[in-house]
């Protein structure tokens, strides 16, 4: 059973940042993509920032502001947050894609709130 578990999520003040990590059980033939969404309460979850390979995908609302990184041998992804506006307030959600069977898995998220 594959498990996505996020940390690092909380309050911080406007202008301030927060690291978001989130750690992958094993699977046999790794993961692809993996990744970042986020989700406010009666919207649909959007996507952040995806990482796979050498290539990154970043949301145009946080470009410029966050940063995604990945171990691809502990199996982690990370999420750095600078310059954190109210709106980006959210449940943060870690996202990896399996390569074979190709699956996709979420973590139970991790809640972000930017309030002064």
């Known amino acids: 059973q594959v498990q996505l578990v996020e940390s690092g999520g909380g309050l911080v003040q406007p202008g301030g940042s927060l690291k978001l990590s989130c750690a992958a059980s094993?699977?046999?033939?790794?993961?692809?993509?993996m990744g970042w969404y986020r989700q406010v309460p009666g919207k649909e979850r959007e996507l952040v920032a995806t990482?796979?390979?050498?290539?990154?995908n970043i949301a145009d609302s946080v470009k410029g502001r966050f940063t995604i990184s990945r171990d691809y041998v502990k199996n982690m992804v990370y999420l750095q947050m600078n310059g954190l506006i109210p709106e980006d307030t959210a449940v943060y959600y870690c996202?990896?894609?399996?390569?074979?069977?190709?699956?996709?898995?979420w973590g139970k998220g991790t809640l972000v709130t930017v309030s002064s």
């Open positions: 996202y990896a894609e399996g390569i074979w069977p190709r699956m996709d898995y």
């Open positions: 094993e699977i046999r033939f790794g993961f692809n993509t």
């Open positions: 990482i796979s390979g050498g290539s990154t």
